[in-house]
């Protein structure tokens, strides 16, 4: 039986970091975990829920998510803290289009958006073989993944190179390390993220979740 906080399933396990853990060097990209997103139950019905938000330093600057539009000035003063301005940000990808996750992508006209599905520079939208399953590589080391299920059009932002290995920032396909008694519940097509979910298991070694801290992923 798994430690307590731990997920056993099949061959993979989920093992929570600790929670302090929200930097990964590496080489050439690093990553920080601005904001660690949560969501919690206020009623039956009623809950607070923010997106994680993640930076990922190296060649391109890059950040996925930008938190609700409730962020603004903390995801400002988190770009400062680290020398940055918005229009520093070369890369900004919405792992999908909930108002959790992509609530001030107003702060960064000037960079490259990947929303979703959707590329584009300013007013042009460039063709993205996304819908078709094709991951969009940024360069060697970065490559935005199709990951539908939560929404039919989610992605993660996989971080090869980091000293903790390869590393997945995966919007909503996760919730939290421990999340298997709720993630059914808030996804368009379970059936598709259960797929998503298995790949990323397959694959990473860290992942950022949409709604808790950084976890690690152990493989038999
Ligand atoms: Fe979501």
Redesign the pocket.
Known sequence: MAASGEVSSGQFRTVPLPESQLDFPGEPYSVSVLKVGYCRALTEDTFK?D?SITLIQGPTTILVDTGGPWDRDFLLKSLKDRGLEPGDVNLVVG??G?S??IGNLGLFPAAKLIVGWDISEGDTYCPSGLAEGHAYCVDEHISVVPCPG??GQDVSVQVAGTFAGTLLVA??LFECCSDEDSWRA?SMNAEKQEVSRREALRTADVIVP??GPPFRVTRR
């Open positions: 829920a997106g792992t999908h909930h959790d996750h939560h929404t919007g909503d808030l949409g709604h």
